[in-house]
């Protein structure tokens, strides 16, 4: 066999080529050289008369159709043969591909097992570990093929009660478990994934586990938990305070009323005397009166803080175009000598409340009316963008007396004023009752603007 194998080998039968040809076309001439040669030979021992030249180089009619038909077979021996080591070739290196192909495709599943940050380990029905990867003896404290699982991991000398691995092997379902102290080692919590590998080609089935690590995923839980307890204690801290909140604003604004009124009376009273008293008589009346209205206001203002923080939300769209030019014209009829130029779209429709939208745009309206008195040709817009993250934000400008920008921080802050009463006059309250409007609405408000150049306020409503 090993003769045979160097004889091909050296002919070159299974290659393609002239080379290949030429090898074997030698081949057929020396067996053919050796067949006349033999048969020369076996003339002079048995006819004995005549020479061994003589029969090799005068052969008779017979002899060369012997050796026509030793021709032919030799060269179909030759052909056959050629044919047979090419085909015999070909199937080696289709079989040594597969084989490569096979071990590559075993090394990149491997590799992939290896890679895997989760613990693998395979079982046959016996329990007894056919594989583990680095994972698995990393967190099992060695290599442990071989071995029975329960005996290597647990050391028992039984299967576990409950076994999912078992439990797998009887419902072929996929079994989860996860296990945690005193059951694991370290303290590590960890979930076990069991299931069946069915066997190819009739073998035997084999159980896998899949062990995860979940310890920081049960604190994290737990984090989560006491985070969630906590948000909740504050936030029912948070409607407490609000509660309370309300009822101390209802309270007040109760309780200051009746005072207030009578002051406000008695002042007005005191208005009627008028020519029985002097300048700084009439000036201290004109002020108690003044301070009465601007008191009765603040309360008002700040029973609307009151009120929006508790009114439940019905949200549906609203548009802002419409509800600007309603607010304008109310104010067009409370002052008729002013001219505002407005430019507002046809259509700012957002998704809110309309009922807080409307208090939270009356304030900027009015805002925009009270500190565009002074302009020449006072405008107030109105407009709509979206954001870099898809948000449409909602602005308010006007070109009046602005504000300086870098306190801009102060506006929404209830009772921070950053222009003087006398010359502006209001409660402090209106921004702030936008902010919370707004927060309602999980969206967020912020101011810019400049002193003698307006301002612009804008807002996002996200339902």
Request: glycine share 8%; hydrophobic share 40%.
């Amino acid at each position: 066999m090993e003769l045979t194998r160097r004889l091909i080998a050296r002919t070159r039968l299974s290659e393609p080529g002239c080379r290949s040809f030429a090898c074997q076309a030698v081949l057929g001439a020396l067996l053919i050289l050796l067949f006349w040669l033999v048969d020369a030979a076996i003339d002079l021992v048995t006819f004995e008369s005549g020479t061994f030249l003589h029969f090799l180089m005068e052969p008779d009619s017979h002899e060369l159709a012997d050796f026509s038909l030793v021709v032919f077979l030799v060269v179909c021996l030759l052909l056959y043969s050629r044919h047979w080591h090419r085909a015999e070739a070909r199937l080696k290196a289709a079989l040594q591909d597969a084989l490569q192909k096979a071990e590559a495709e075993r090394a990149k599943f491997m590799g992939i097992v290896e890679a895997m940050g989760d613990a693998i380990s395979i079982q046959d029905r016996d329990l007894n570990v056919v594989y583990q990867n680095s994972a698995h003896q990393e967190m099992a404290g060695g290599r442990h093929v071989g071995r029975r699982c329960y005996e290597a991991y647990r050391n028992r000398s039984d299967a576990c009660p409950g076994c999912h691995v078992l439990e797998a092997f009887r419902d072929g379902k996929v079994h989860r478990v996860e296990l945690g102290p005193p059951l694991t080692r370290d303290d590590r919590h960890i979930e076990i994934i069991s299931s069946i590998l069915n066997g190819a080609d009739g073998k035997d089935p084999l159980g896998i586990e899949v062990i995860r690590d979940i310890t920081s995923r049960m604190l994290a839980e737990k984090e989560a938990a006491a985070l969630n307890a906590t948000l909740t204690r504050q936030a029912l801290e948070l409607q407490q305070v609000n509660r309370e909140l309300e009822a101390f604003c209802l309270a007040i604004s109760h309780d200051l009323r009746a005072p207030l009124t009578r002051i406000y009376s008695s002042a007005q009273e005191l208005q009627g005397y008028g020519k029985l008293l002097d300048e700084n008589g009439r000036f201290f009346v004109n002020l108690v009166n003044d301070g009465c209205v601007q008191m009765e206001e603040m309360i008002d203002a700040l029973m609307v803080l009151c009120r929006v923080t508790e009114m439940e939300i019905v949200s549906r769209p609203v548009d802002l175009s419409a509800l600007v030019k309603e607010l304008v014209g109310q104010m067009l009829l409370s002052t008729p000598g002013r001219r505002v130029r407005l430019e507002i779209p046809p259509e700012v429709v957002v998704q809110g409340d309309p009922q807080l939208l409307r208090i939270a745009l009356e304030n900027l309206v009015s805002n925009a009316w009270k500190y565009t008195s002074g302009a020449a040709d006072p405008v107030i817009e109105l407009g709509a963008f979206a954001s870099d993250q898809g948000e449409t934000v909602v602005y308010l400008s006007d070109n009046g007396a602005g504000f300086d920008d870098s306190r801009s921080d102060e506006l929404f802050k209830p009772f921070r004023r950053l222009h003087s009463s006398r010359e502006f006059p209001g409660t402090g309250l209106g921004l702030a009752t936008v902010r919370r409007i707004i927060r309602r609405h999980n969206g967020r408000v912020w101011g810019e603007g400049k002193p003698g150049c307006g301002a612009t306020f804008y807002f996002t409503v996200n339902g």
